[in-house]
């Protein structure tokens, strides 16, 4: 039953794809030209001749919001779900015109407004050269030309803006998309879609993030089209003319980046969007989950294997069967009798629960005299006559409706069901608290799927197309509302566990998005294939991910949909077992695949791994805080960190974990050995310690049990002792292991707190710094004074100078945090 409606599902997904990408833009009516301008402190508005209004405001000397309307002025409401930060300190600009064009100008941008035709060009304010420049004027489908394509033709009108496209311009970003790393000659439509077995190409998949980077002649720049309608994204795709993005209603409105580099146009993405909030440490730690593990002695058993096996683990995860009848918020009086003992024993042994939450809630009208709900503990049932959730949400009308009033019933896992409209406040609130079903019960934290939202009924989204949200008293439909309802859902969730339990960080994973999701949760990327061509994805979307905003990702490891083989999980977990959400998940009707599923050899592999996972969390969660602080992803493309070295452009089957680490996994079967590329300096294999000079391809070996990686020759890498889960043991010791560059030096900063509380946003952390030189025939290493209050007591700090010969040469203090320099000779 459960594997047919699965299948159904898989099916109803072909109708998806009707594409605008071969659309003509040239066809719409363009904005312009420009009449007049008025200025006010933050930004100019410009008049046009057509009535339009377009607003430049400069929010900071990098980064400029252009919003227009079309035939008539700007509405005085202007509101985003996406958008964390609206006061921004004032900027120094001025603005200067002659008779062709108005122009801003700030320290690092200046925008030529040429007046007619009306095109923006964005340029460096040094060089004065373009960075980037309408191809046409800002257009809108004032005649309906397009109307028949839309998807939804009753909800509004195309708008677009175009853009010239550069020679040898690259393009990354736009979130969850299953493609390469650069996206020139592709092009994309956003709708947040439940898209089980999708391989490379399938498009569009769960997340709608529609802010991408452009790589000019090594100058980036970044666009955010915050613009939540179902939207289009074409880089070169139909003409090599122009990239152009549009939506089919709502605002042209977008903000422009500028770099040069590409790290400070990611971070000031973050800056506008939302820094993600550091989740609980242990969310680095080993995760396992199955659709499903029950009855609770089956979640025992797993865990039992783990540790019997010496395999670490952190959190297990329960899905959908979990609750009494899909109901959400309720627990199977059969399977789960009592939840609260069950994550007591399991956490004696230093495993969290997990619970999956769904959107849909059973529509479950109350039987005639069925008994009222235990007022402490409803979700312990029984819920046959009567469901809380659905009672109270109809009591209080917070559920969706479709226009003519009726109550929107999709169908979902429980059959019938009701969808919350999360824009109205005082139902997300409800929602969050709802999860005291969970907290009360030791559950550690919520897991969202189908979020799109998936309904059964039809998974394009048409049936959905009347339903209304609150949207601040807008009352608007679907088309509007579709995209940002997984956001609203994950900020209830999010911030329903925050009031829940003040002094623990929220852990919240979700599968469907907008911009912004990163303040809220983090995500994994749905349903994919046991197959090596969705392995090889993981990179890509890792990355990609990562400069889109999104740094805590993961991928179900072994893959989620076929039979798996030992080979392919292996390889799975040689990336895995670096990306931030490492877990293990598999589809109802599949094939096990534990790690130790396949026998001894393979699972002797991923203990190797698992371990070592563990071993590197001090740097792992290093590299998470400066995800956290500067919106710069530990996952990396290579061009992220070697934005000068066009080699890296489209190099995606190898990745980085911050700067120091360089992993080259093996995504294809059978294979002994491969191709690395590395960058310009000194590298030394993870492995051996074999060094290499850089700016060149080398071929490096990789027999099963060897993913090769190599560390940057400059790093520090720190290293904690071996755990079975996160926070077994103190950090002790620490482990540095350095590795000189070609002048003999390597600095590193190494980053803890309590790894649970919030309170690393009032300085309960501790950052310390290490910096490496050569000293005659040794080393001298200075550590400086921490900053931050944490105190983690003393400890031994090994330092470790690697090189190719067999001996190393180490010193072993203790740490007492204060400064100091020592000699390892
Ligand atoms: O319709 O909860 O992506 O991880 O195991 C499928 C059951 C619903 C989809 C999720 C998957 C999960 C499954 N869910």
């Known amino acids: 039953m459960h594997i047919r409606k699965f299948l159904s599902a898989i099916f109803c997904l072909l109708s998806l794809t009707a594409s605008l990408s071969g659309q003509d833009v040239t066809a719409l009516e363009k904005i312009g030209p420009v009449t007049g301008f008025v200025r006010n402190e933050s930004g100019l508005t410009l008049t046009c001749q057509d009535n339009s209004q377009v607003r430049l405001t400069i929010l900071a000397p990098d980064l400029i919001r252009v919003r227009a309307s079309f035939t008539k002025s700007l509405p005085d409401k202007d509101h985003s779900w996406a958008i964390a930060k609206t006061d921004w300190p004032a900027v120094r600009w001025s603005v200067r ?71 040898d311009e690259h393009f990354y970003g736009l979130g969850e998309k299953a493609s390469r790393l650069d996206k020139r000659r592709d092009s994309f439509v956003n709708w947040n879609s439940d898209t089980p077995g999708y391989t490379e190409g399938k498009d569009p998949i769960y997340q709608t993030i529609p802010f991408y980077l452009g790589l000019n002649r090594g100058v980036a720049y970044g666009i955010f089209f915050d613009n939540s309608y179902r939207s289009y994204f074409d880089f070169g795709h139909s003409s090599q003319q122009r990239a152009w993005f549009g939506a089919e209603g709502g605002e042209l409105n977008y903000y422009f980046f500028y770099g040069p580099a590409l790290k400070k146009v990611v971070s000031r993405y973050a800056d506008l969007t939302g820094h993600m909030p550091l989740p609980p440490l242990w969310a680095l730690g080993n995760q396992q989950s199955r659709w499903s593990y029950y009855p609770d002695t089956m979640v025992e058993r797993v865990v039992r294997e783990y540790r019997e096996r010496d395999l670490p683990l952190d959190v297990v995860h329960l899905d959908i069967d979990y609750m009494s009848g899909y109901r959400v918020f309720t627990f199977d009086a059969k399977r789960f009798p009592d939840p609260r003992a069950l994550t007591e024993r399991l956490g004696r042994q230093g495993v969290k629960l997990v619970t999956i939450v769904d959107p849909g809630v059973k529509h479950q009208p109350a039987a005639a005299g069925a008994p009222p709900p235990s007022p402490s503990r409803p979700e312990l049932g029984p819920h046959d006559q009567r469901y809380y959730v659905y009672d109270q949400g109809i009591e209080k009308n ?139 994805l993981n990179i890509p979307m890792f990355t990609t991910l990562g400069l889109s905003g999104e740094p805590f990702v993961g991928s179900d490891v072994g893959g989620f949909i076929g039979r798996g083989n030992p080979e392919l999980l292996v390889r799975s977990y040689q990336i895995s077992f670096l990306a931030p959400f490492c877990r293990n998940h598999k589809v109802i009707d599949g094939y ?38 500067t919106g710069v992803p530990l996952f990396r493309p290579l061009m992220l960190n070697y934005q000068d070295d066009p080699a890296t452009y489209n190099l995606d089957d190898e990745f980085m974990i911050g700067n120091d680490l360089l992993v080259a996994p093996v995504v294809k079967p059978d294979v002994t050995q491969r191709l690395v590329y590395l960058p310009k300096g000194v590298w030394y294999d993870y492995w051996t310690n074999r060094k290499y000079e850089g700016g060149r ?52 900063t190494i980053y803890e707190d309590d790894g649970l509380t919030p309170d690393y946003k009032q ?50 203090i203790t740490d007492n945090g204060s400064a100091r320099t020592v000699d390892v000779k």
């Open 97 to 167: 015109e002659d008779a062709a064009a108005i122009t801003i100008v700030t320290d690092e941008i200046e925008v030529v407004i040429h007046r007619s035709p009306l095109l923006l060009e964005f340029r460096d304010a040094r060089t004065h050269e373009t960075i980037n420049v309408d191809e046409q004027p800002m257009a809108y489908d004032a005649r309906g030309v397009m109307t028949e394509r839309l998807f939804d033709p009753k909800a509004g009108r195309m708008v677009v803006a175009s853009k010239k496209l550069g020679f």
């Open 398 to 536: 917070y559920f969706q409706h479709r226009q003519n009033g009726e109550l929107f019933v999709p169908k979902v896992w429980p059959g019938e069901s009701a969808f919350v409209d999360f824009t109205k406040p005082a139902a997300s609130r409800w929602w969050g608290d709802l999860h005291r079903a969970y907290t009360d019960s030791g559950i550690a934290g919520i897991w969202n799927d189908m979020n799109e939202p998936s309904d059964f009924v039809d998974q394009t989204g048409k049936n959905q197309l009347d339903v209304v949200s609150f949207d601040e008293g807008e009352n608007s439909t679907h088309a509007k509302n579709r995209n940002v309802f997984a956001l609203l859902m994950a900020r209830a969730t999010y911030e329903g566990l925050q009031r829940l339990r003040p002094d623990r960080r929220p852990y919240v994973i979700t599968r469907a998005a907008y911009a912004g999701i990163q303040r809220y949760s983090t995500m994994w990327t749905g349903d994919t294939n046991s197959t090596w061509e969705a392995l090889a």
């Open 592 to 629: 096990d695949q534990e790690p130790w599923r396949f026998g001894k050899p393979y699972e002797d592999i991923i203990r190797r791994y698992l371990k070592l996972r563990y071993r590197l969390l001090p740097f792992l969660y290093t590299t998470l805080e400066e995800a956290h602080r």
């Open 697 to 748: 391809l080398i071929r490096a070996d990789a027999p099963l049990e060897t993913v090769p990686m190599f560390v940057r020759g400059g790093a520090v890498i720190p290293l904690g002792p071996e755990m079975n889960y996160v926070q077994e043991k103190p950090l002790d010791p620490i482990t540095f292991a350095i590795y000189p560059d070609e002048k003999g030096s390597a600095a590193a």
């Open 763 to 812: 300085g309960a952390f501790r950052r310390t710094a290490i910096s490496v030189r050569q000293n005659g025939a040794g080393y001298t290493a200075s550590f400086s004074t921490p900053e931050g209050s944490h105190r983690p007591g003393a400890r031994t700090f090994i330092l470790a100078v690697q090189s190719e010969r067999a001996s190393l040469q180490t010193k072993t």
